[in-house]
């Protein structure tokens, strides 16, 4: 079983649509978790880091983090065709330099 | 926004060839990084650096090498190219305001070889 899993998708939505995505977790050591978006021939981009349970909010988006769950989430409210990308979650456990990727969900948002 | 820099962007290679791709920051970072990417799979990190002279190999068996004389060099290089290495390699370190454990990472745009 990998640490971390990710659907690779693809997830496909109208614009407008709420867009949900999910990752799950073996290692109950990870404390430090992360969304990225990576458009096509470009390298991974820091869209959301987050600490603990809880969410936290940045503009459409949305982190959301349960550990009793082992499951985090980024949601993008009002989705547009320029969020078409792939999102890969990330954690990190306490201490550690070093974070764990998922392989990422490829998102279409089509017009 | 600490910028990391990788040249080539596109690389096409004969088989056999020693090549070596550049990956060089501005914010003097102690860490940098390189992962492999395949379409659609993980990352999977192969090297990754706390410092000048400090080198270490990730979790992915790899057949390259890297060094890291200057801190704002940390060149990945491949002593004989085979179709297998095909793939993105992405260098990173951390971004601007974050220095310690737990850092999240920012990525280069990468390096895209493809070896015939």
């Known amino acids: 079983q990998k640490e971390v899993e990710q659907d690779p998708g693809p997830l496909s939505v109208p614009e407008g649509a709420i867009v949900s995505l999910n990752c799950t977790y073996s290692n109950s050591a990870f404390q430090y978790f992360m969304w990225y978006r990576q458009y096509s021939r470009k390298g991974p981009e820091l869209l959301m880091y987050t600490y603990s349970s809880g969410n936290k909010e940045d503009g459409r988006f949305t982190a959301q983090v349960d550990k009793s769950s082992k499951y985090i989430s980024l949601f993008i409210r009002d989705s547009q065709p320029s969020d078409s990308a792939t999102y890969l979650c990330a954690m990190n456990p306490g201490g550690s330099y070093i974070p764990t990727f998922g392989r990422g969900t490829s998102l279409i948002v089509h017009p | 926004e600490a910028d990391i820099y990788q040249t080539p962007r596109y690389l096409v290679i004969g088989t056999g060839k020693k090549i070596t791709l550049e990956c060089s920051q501005t914010?003097?970072?102690?860490?940098m990084y390189w992962y492999q990417q395949d379409p659609g799979m993980e990352l999977h990190l192969i090297h990754y650096s706390y410092g000048v002279n400090s080198t270490e190999k990730g979790d992915l068996s790899s057949e390259s090498t890297v060094s890291r004389i200057r801190t704002e060099h940390f060149p990945l290089t491949l002593e004989s190219a085979r179709p297998s290495h095909t793939s993105q390699y992405l260098c990173a370190n951390p971004p601007g305001g974050f220095s310690g454990r737990n850092s999240p990472l920012h990525f280069g745009n990468g390096t895209r070889l493809t070896v015939t």
């Open positions: 914010m003097g970072h102690d860490k």
